[in-house]
C-alpha cells in the first residue's frame, strides 16, 4: 500500500505506484493528442477518473524542450476555469503544474492540492512558503535552463550525482521554509537538459535518488527518449512507454505521470500480480 498526504485527506493505492494523468491545457505541448481547452480538458480529466487514475495534473504552460513560457494572465485563464468545473462534479486530486505563485493560490482556492514545479521552488520565491502554510504536497523537477534551451546543455561530469545532489538541495530548500519531507516528491527530468545515455541511466536508478529520502514520480509517457530506443513517433510509444514505466516502478518509482491513464493501471495490475517474479 502506497499512500500520500494531502492537506486535508491521505490517498492510497493498492497498486505499485500512484497513477497521475496529465491533462494538458496548451497548444503546444510535444504529444498533439495530449492538447486540450475548456471542455475537452475537463472532459478528458473525467475520462482518466473513469480508468483509475490516482491524480490529475493539469498544465497551462508547456514545458517540452523549444518551448516558450507563457505570461501568468494566460496560463491562469488556460487552468483555473478547468479545476473549476471538475472540483463540480469530481474529488479527484488535482496538481497543477506550474512554476507560479499567483497560479498556483489561484488553483489552490478552486480546490487543487499538489504543487508540480519543474523549477524546483527557484522561480516564485514565496511558492514554497505557500504550499508550507497550505500543507501542500510539492513535485520538485530538475532541470537547467529553460525549455527553450534546455537541450543545449546536456553534458555533465555524472549526471546521477549531479542530479541527484541539485535535487536533494531542492528539497533541503523545502524543508527549511516549513514543507514536511513526507510532503516531497522528486521528479530527475527525464528529456530535460538530458541526452539519451543520461535519461535511461536516471530511469534505471530513479529510486536511488537523493538516497532514497524522498518519493520519486517519473514522468516518461511517450519522451523522446522512447522514440530513440523504439524509432517511432510520439503517437506509436505507448508500447515503449509501458516497457519504461515498469522499469521505472521497480527500480523505485512512487507515482507516473501519464497520458494513458488505462494502458498504465492496466499495466501495473499486472506487474502487482506477477512482482515477485521480476
Known amino acids: 500500500m502506497k499512500t500520500l498526504a494531502l492537506a486535508d485527506r491521505e490517498i492510497k493505492t493498492e497498486l505499485p505506484a500512484f ?18 481547452f475548456g471542455l475537452s480538458a475537463v472532459s478528458q480529466a473525467l475520462n482518466f477518473v ?3 487514475a490516482d491524480i490529475i495534473d493539469i498544465g ?14 494566460e496560463e491562469l485563464s488556460r487552468v483555473i476555469p478547468v479545476i473549476r468545473s471538475i472540483r463540480k462534479i469530481s474529488n479527484i486530486p488535482i496538481s497543477v503544474d506550474t512554476r507560479k505563485a499567483a497560479v498556483m493560490k489561484a488553483a489552490w482556492n478552486e480546490g487543487a492540492d499538489i504543487l508540480n514545479d519543474i523549477s524546483a521552488l527557484e522561480d516564485s520565491l514565496d511558492l514554497a512558503t505557500f504550499v508550507a502554510e497550505k500543507k501542500i504536497p510539492v513535485i520538485l523537477c530538475h532541470k537547467r535552463g529553460i525549455p527553450a534551451s534546455m537541450q543545449k546543455n546536456t553534458e555533465y561530469e555524472d ?9 536533494e538541495e531542492r528539497a533541503s530548500f523545502a524543508v527549511n521554509k516549513g514543507v514536511l519531507p513526507e510532503k516531497i516528491i522528486v521528479d530527475p527530468g527525464i528529456g530535460f537538459a538530458k541526452d539519451f545515455d543520461g535519461n535511461i541511466e536516471l530511469i534505471s536508478k530513479c529510486g536511488l535518488l537523493c538516497n532514497k529520502k524522498y518519493k520519486v514520480l517519473m514522468a516518461l509517457s511517450r519522451k523522446t527518449c522512447i522514440g530513440q530506443i523504439t524509432g517511432r513517433a510520439a503517437e506509436k510509444r505507448l508500447a515503449g512507454t509501458l516497457a519504461a514505466n515498469l522499469v521505472a516502478v521497480k527500480a523505485g518509482a512512487f507515482m507516473l505521470r501519464v497520458h494513458d491513464v488505462a494502458d498504465c493501471v492496466d499495466t501495473l495490475k499486472v506487474l502487482k500480480t506477477f512482482g515477485g517474479l521480476f
Request: glycine share 10%; charged share 25%.
Open 159 to 167: 549526471i546521477f550525482s549531479q542530479v541527484s545532489r541539485y535535487l
Open 60 to 73: 497551462g504552460e508547456s514545458t517540452r524542450p523549444g518551448s516558450d513560457y507563457v505570461d501568468e494572465k
Open 50 to 52: 473513469e480508468e483509475g
Open 19 to 36: 497513477v497521475m494523468g496529465i491533462v494538458n491545457c496548451t497548444p503546444d505541448s510535444f504529444y498533439s493528442n495530449s492538447r486540450f
